[in-house]
Structures are given as C-alpha cells and as structure tokens.
C-alpha cells in the first residue's frame, strides 16, 4: 500500500478563476476584476482610469518594482474590454452540478478559495455580506452532503479592489486587522464545515506580481517586502486564532514551488540555483520554520529595505507557525552563468530551456521527478506534512468526432507527476496529507487569462473570448482520475 488510507485526493480551483458572478448579491470589486485576457504571446493588462482627469490605460500584469498605475489613476473596469474573472466558469450558479462530477470521481476534497470580496465588498467594512456567506454556506453544505473534505484559501490572488487603491494593499500594515477581522467572521460561520485552511495562495508570487498576490499598486522593493512581512504577521494572527476558535483547525501555508536545476556543473551555476531556490525557500522558513533566513534580511540590508515591524511581530512568527506546508509545483527551471549556453525558455518561464524535457505550449516543461525533489527538499528541510494543492497540464482540448476529448496528453502528465509523488512516499517516507490537482473542473488560467489553456477533468464549454454554452462534460481523464482515486493510486 503506497498512500496512506484517509489520503486526499481530488482537485483544486479560485474563485476568481471559476465563480464568475463579479457583481452578484452584494459582492465588491476585487484585483482580479480589473485584469484583462491574455495569450501565451500577449501579456494580460491591469486597467485603470485617473478620476478627476478621465484618463485611462493599462500596465502589464507582471509590472515588477513599478506603479501599477500612474499618480492620481486608480485600478478600474474599462468600457470595452473583456474581464475572464466577471463571468469565468460560473460556478456561482453551476456549483451543485460541479460538485455531483466531483463526487462521480470519488473526490475525497476540494480545494476552493472564498472571495474576500464577497463577504467584505470593500475589505475595511465593519459588517459581512450576508448572502456571500449565505453562497459559501450551501457550497460547503453541498460538500458535506458528498462526503467531500474542503480545503479553503483564505485570499487566492484577489484582495477587494478598495485596499488597493485606499491603502496600497498588503503594504499597509491596516490589512492585517482587515484580514484577521475576515477570518474571524469565516472561522466562525464555517466551523463544524470547514476544517482545512490555507492562509494566501503562492505567497512568494509577491515579488513577480505584487498587484495579483498583494494588492499593491505602487510594487516597490520596499513595498513588496512590508506586504510579505504583513502577509506573514497576518498569517501567523490567523493560525492563533483559528486554534482557538477550534483547536482541530488545520491552517497551512501555500507555496509555489518550482525546482531550480544548474545547467552545468560550474560552481557558479550551482551557487546560482541555489541561490534562486533560497528566493522561494525564503518564504517556507518564516511561514512554516517561523524564522526570517539571514541571507533575505541581508538582502534588505543591501538594497536598502525597512521594515515596519514590532518585536512582537516576530514571536508571533515563532509562536504561530503553519501547521502543515502546502505547494503548488507543475514543473522545474534550469539557470545558468553561461549565457552562452542557454536556449530560452521561452517568454513565460524563468531560465533557460531544459534539454532533457519536453514542454507544453506554455512552454512548462514535463518533469518526471520533480515532485519527488519537492517532497524530499521540503520534508529534509522542515519536518512537517505536506499537500500537494496544484499540478497539472495546462492544454489546448480539441472536441473529437466522436464528440469526446480523448486527453490522452494530460494522462500521460498526471501519470508521470503521481509516479514521482508515490516514490516520495513509499521511498522516502514523505508525510504526504492529499493531492488536489490544478483546475479540476476547466478555469480561466491565472497567468494568461485564456480559457483555452485547460487543466480539467471537466470540459466547460467557453471560449477565450467569452462565447461558449458554460455546459460541462467529461473528458477520458475523468474516468482515469476516477480509477486513481478508487485505487488510492495503486492503478495510474
Ligand atoms: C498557480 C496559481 O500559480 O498556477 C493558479 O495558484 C494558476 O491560480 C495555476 O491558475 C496555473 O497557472 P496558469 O497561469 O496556467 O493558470
């Protein structure tokens, strides 16, 4: 027996990717409902318009150390253009029909996230949205009923629009009160529904897309550092207080974890990798080891980064660590001082090409260990459980003759990948809690916004540019998934 009985297996998705119903009974606007669609070629756009003056225009989703928009702009909906998040897989009004799918497949959780905007529009609000609650209650309600766990993110790349643009997000410290005050009112509607959390999804994507992870509108180094130090201190408030609240709360941390290989075995190739796996690991040491690493706070010392921080601040890090380290992984990176040497990657990806795997039409490429190198790093390094919450092949699925999508491409992948996880476990010993593989159920995609970039089990039908019926249907990696999970992954 490779997993261990009560092993999680089912499927991932965020509510701004799949819930659709932006402006519905009674929800604010949150950053994602400002971002356009993009392609593989063409980057997705943050839009704003400047209020007083009527101006309007864009900056690129991963805009890095600038302002995401100009002095006296604001993020805004423009006239015109399309927003995937508004509508998206519209779960909103599908989830009963989705969940029955999910249940089809023997799901024994799912990952979902809860749009803090739903339940505070307008994040600094002293009371709940009522019927926001009300959507999550029937949502877990259905859950329960299937015998399906959940496992809910707290904030999964969407901060209410208003801390954005009143408070620069995460960079003010008065998001941790906003936050804790959100987690609260959820702990407390949910407990006895909900015992899995996750704190912020990707918590390291602030460096790379601090409007997307945090909220932050001017994405300064100083800036992205107080957000991530505020993100941590929030983190920590909210494992204290979810334990007493219900001490069999189970509230983790979410990484994303992406392995970095040297190209060659000069040492400063080497030194490089490592150093890059540090830019990640850093996050893990303070939200999971409870300690800032040296080499980050050199880092700030460096560039020149304060911190606006309490000595408090750091015995709650200490005190209140994640209970479990949860992480996202699809695929590995290579790095090398030999510019020379390198073939690119392509424009998505980190590093140079890796000359030993084949990539997707994302350019991600297929790793058959990486998995099992997560497992080993994260477990040698912090000694506790860990989730795998997202994998999987983002693909274009072409409808057959026969009406059916024959996805063979992804089964190969979830093969490779569930493999690699298995030996983790049965040859190393990794205390693996669950596996939730990436988009279940078809989404809009974080990175480029397309809905033709496609991870599901479940086919939705809809298209890049938002035209499509929205009806479900299930593809030959349905009833693959389905022997998986019936074989607790005896039978890939
Ligand atoms: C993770 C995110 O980075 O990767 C998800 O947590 C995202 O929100 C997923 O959708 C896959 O990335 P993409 O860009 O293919 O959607």
Redesign the pocket.
């Known amino acids: 027996m490779s997993f261990k009985k009560e092993f999680l297996w089912g499927g ?1 998705t ?1 509510a ?2 799949i819930e659709g119903a932006y402006n519905e009974d009674g929800k604010g606007l949150s950053t994602a409902d400002v971002i356009t669609a993009g392609t593989y070629e063409t980057p997705r756009h943050i839009t704003w318009k400047n209020p007083k003056t009527e101006e309007t225009g864009y900056s690129e989703l991963t805009f890095g150390g600038t302002r995401v928009a100009p002095e006296g702009a604001q993020p805004a909906i423009l006239d015109g253009e399309y927003y995937p998040s508004h509508i998206a897989s519209d779960f909103y009004h599908h989830y009963k029909e989705d969940i029955a799918l999910m249940a089809e497949m023997g799901f024994k959780t799912y990952r979902m996230s809860i749009n803090w905007s739903r339940i505070f529009p307008n994040g600094d609000d002293t009371k709940p949205n009522e019927a926001g609650l009300e959507f999550y209650d029937h949502v877990f309600d259905e859950l329960n009923k299937n015998g399906i766990e959940p496992l809910v993110t707290l904030s ?2 969407e901060t209410p629009l208003n801390l954005a643009i009143k408070y620069n997000g995460w960079a003010s410290r008065e998001l941790i009160d906003f936050y804790v005050n959100y987690a609260r009112t959820v702990f407390n509607r949910y407990n006895g529904k909900v015992k899995y959390w996750l704190t912020f ?2 918590i390291n ?1 602030m460096d790379m897309m601090p409007f997307v992870a945090g909220g932050l509108v001017d994405g300064s180094l100083q800036n992205r550092a107080q957000g991530t130090h505020n993100q941590f201190v929030a983190s920590a408030l909210t494992v204290k207080l979810g334990h007493e609240i219900n001490p069999d709360f189970q509230i983790g941390q ?1 990484l ?1 974890y992406s392995q970095i290989y040297a190209l060659t075995a000069d040492p400063a190739d080497q030194l490089k990798a490592i150093q890059q796996m540090d830019d990640t690991l850093f996050y893990s040491d303070v939200q999971t080891g409870g300690h800032y690493p040296n080499s980050r706070l050199k880092m700030y010392e460096r560039e020149g980064v304060k911190l606006d921080d309490r000595p408090e601040d750091y015995e709650l890090l200490a005190k209140y660590p994640a209970d479990f380290l949860s992480f ?1 992984c ?1 695929t590995s990176n290579v790095v090398t001082t030999h510019n020379d040497q390198a073939e690119d990657a392509g424009n ?1 990806q980190v590093g140079v090409k890796n000359p030993y795997l084949k990539a997707s039409s ?1 350019g ?1 490429a297929t790793d058959p260990y990486v998995l099992r190198i997560a497992l080993k790093t994260l477990t040698n390094r912090y000694h506790k459980p860990l989730w795998i919450v ?1 994998n ?1 092949l ?1 693909a274009v699925d072409e409808i057959a003759e026969d009406g059916k999508i024959h996805d063979d491409y992804r089964i190969e992948y979830l093969q490779e990948n569930i493999k690699s996880m298995r030996d983790a476990v049965t040859i190393d010993g990794a205390d693996l809690m669950g596996y939730t593989s ?2 279940c159920i078809d ?6 916004g ?1 809905m033709k ?1 496609r ?1 599901g089990y479940i086919y939705v039908d809809r298209d890049n540019d938002g035209s499509g019926t929205l009806n479900r249907s299930r593809k030959d990696s349905f009833y693959w998934y389905k022997k998986v999970i019936r074989t607790n992954g005896e039978d890939l």
């Not at 989404?443 to 480029?448: E, F, M, R, W």
């Open positions: 991932a965020a701004n990717q999964h790349y999804n990707e994507c979410m994303a996202s699809y998505l994302w991600w997202e999987g983002g990436w988009g989404l809009v995609s974080a990175g480029t397309e970039k991870y």
